[in-house]
């Protein structure tokens, strides 16, 4: 059974730094990419960041240059670095598998929360 | 960016309605488009991939069509289980942008 597990999210200050984890498992990680999407409270949902299984990186303009989308295959796990965070940045963030290149998001893990407030 | 524009916003509907969504593309993205359907509290879940290709699973009454910049995603007869918000997305480019999203609600 394919399983994508959020962790690491949690309340920081404006100006500071975190890093979200999403562990994989039932598939084989290295073969997939994968992207992070965000959810602000109430709102829609935002592409965040994308990295091939070739470690081949695309970001959203909104954290180009904050953010650092990475991944570890012998992990099996995904990766956030998120620093310079904004009260904007406050949403649940999702992890999630593509299939292919072109394709839709075939699984999302559950989501953890980040918020940004002093 | 490739921007993405649902219509309507909201749509209210009673079960066994039949209902539409309309998704429109700022440019052309051929057929690379998915649709979601996300319920409270939960992460989305992929319903249509590549605009009309159903995703194993789905119930048959959910159905995509359109291509270069418009698009529509159908439920044939509403059921209380689709009573949720739902989502188109662009995949032309890497820049995966989602439309504003559609909550269908009871009327």
């Known amino acids: 059974e394919v399983q994508l597990v959020e962790s690491g999210g949690g309340l920081v200050q404006p100006g500071g730094s975190l890093r979200l984890s999403c562990a994989a498992s039932g598939f084989t990680f290295s073969s997939y990419e994968m992207s992070w999407v965000r959810q602000a409270p109430g709102k829609g949902l935002e592409w965040v960041s994308y990295?091939?299984?070739?470690?081949?990186?695309y970001y959203a303009d909104s954290v180009k240059g904050r953010f650092t989308i990475s991944r570890d295959n012998a992990e099996n796990s995904l990766y956030l670095q998120m620093n310079s965070l904004r009260a904007e940045d406050t949403a649940v963030y999702y992890c999630a598998r593509l299939p292919t290149t072109f394709a839709g998001f075939d699984y999302w893990g559950q989501g953890t929360l980040v918020t940004v407030s002093s | 960016d490739i921007q993405m524009t649902q219509s309507p916003s909201t749509l209210s509907a009673s079960v066994g309605d039949r209902v539409t969504i309309t998704c429109r593309a700022s440019?052309?993205?051929?057929?690379?488009l998915a649709w979601y359907q996300q319920k409270p509290g939960k992460a989305p879940k992929l319903l249509i991939y590549?605009?009309?290709s159903l995703e194993s699973g789905v119930p048959s009454r959910f159905s995509g069509s359109g291509s270069g910049t418009e698009f529509t995603l159908t439920i044939s007869s509403l059921q209380p289980d689709d009573f949720a918000t739902y989502y188109c997305q662009q995949y032309m480019s890497y820049s995966r942008t989602f439309g504003q999203g559609t909550k269908v609600e009871i009327k």
């Open positions: 440019q052309s993205i051929s057929s690379w």
């Open positions: 990295i091939s299984s070739g470690y081949n990186t």
């Open positions: 590549k605009a009309s």
